[in-house]
């Protein structure tokens, strides 16, 4: 899987895709990852990359030329290959559409900034798609590709390492995670549940099936309709 991400702060890209899950992920060639820098291929003589707005008002504009340029700088893109724009206006990303995305062999992002794109940057590449993180707007389109990478990465088998434990994961069997506790058996006087320490298996897995499902009733009733 190819990951490909226009951007106006390349190093931002790269140091989280270096560290940790990620960057083992990419030496062992379970994910490519390149951050593209939308101002190199700007044709101004500043390198501008933004305007202000058409009809007043504060803010700037991404501007389409540097926009499509970086994108045919990519082609021809891995087949079959996803296109995205980050924006709050777009389809809300999540485990399911994370899934659908693992099909893809590469996946190109638009890191906005300022006010957003040209709108007109929608007809100049047709084949791209809207996404947004959430119902908040943040400074930049990186957090949202760092995100959508992320989660799309860890369910491919491979990247990390008991693939199990993704599956294990909140989301994965429609379910919210059940609690974990770890050593010691008791902190200031509080006890990790008795069952974890019982070595009974089956009792243990049947638990442990229990708390999922009675935490997804009580903090997440939408995810069990
Ligand atoms: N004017 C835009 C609006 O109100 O919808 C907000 C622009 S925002 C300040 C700058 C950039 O951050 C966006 O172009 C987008 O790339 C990114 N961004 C901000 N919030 C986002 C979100 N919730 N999901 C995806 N991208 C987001």
Request: charged residues 25%; aromatic residues 8%; negative net charge.
């Amino acid at each position: 899987m190819k990951f490909s991400i226009l951007t106006l702060f390349p190093e931002i890209i790269e140091t989280y895709a270096s560290a940790s899950i990620m960057g083992r992920a990419r030496q062992k060639g379970v994910i490519e990852v390149q951050a593209v820098n939308i101002r190199d291929f700007s044709t101004d003589a500043h390198r501008k990359v933004d305007d202000s707005p058409f009809g007043g008002g504060s803010g700037m504009v991404l501007t389409c030329q540097p926009l499509e340029s970086a994108y045919e700088s990519l082609l021809p893109l891995k087949q079959p290959a996803r296109v995205f724009m980050t924006t709050p206006t777009g389809r809300r990303f999540d485990h399911h559409f994370a899934l659908e995305l693992t099909q893809a062999q590469e996946i190109v992002i638009f890191c906005g900034h300022y006010e957003g794109f040209d709108e007109r940057i929608k007809q100049l590449i047709p084949e791209m798609e809207e996404v947004s993180i959430g119902d908040y707007v943040l400074t930049g389109g990186e957090l949202p590709a760092l995100s959508m990478m992320d989660a799309i990465t860890r369910l491919i088998p491979g990247a990390v390492q008991k693939f199990t434990s993704v599956q294990a994961d909140s989301f994965y069997d429609g379910l919210l995670d059940y609690p974990h506790y770890t050593r010691p058996a008791e902190y200031k006087g509080l006890k990790v549940p008795d069952v974890l320490l019982s070595g009974n298996h089956a009792a243990i897995e049947q638990w442990r099936k229990a708390q999922a499902l009675e935490r997804t009733q009580r903090l997440r009733p939408d995810l069990l309709k």
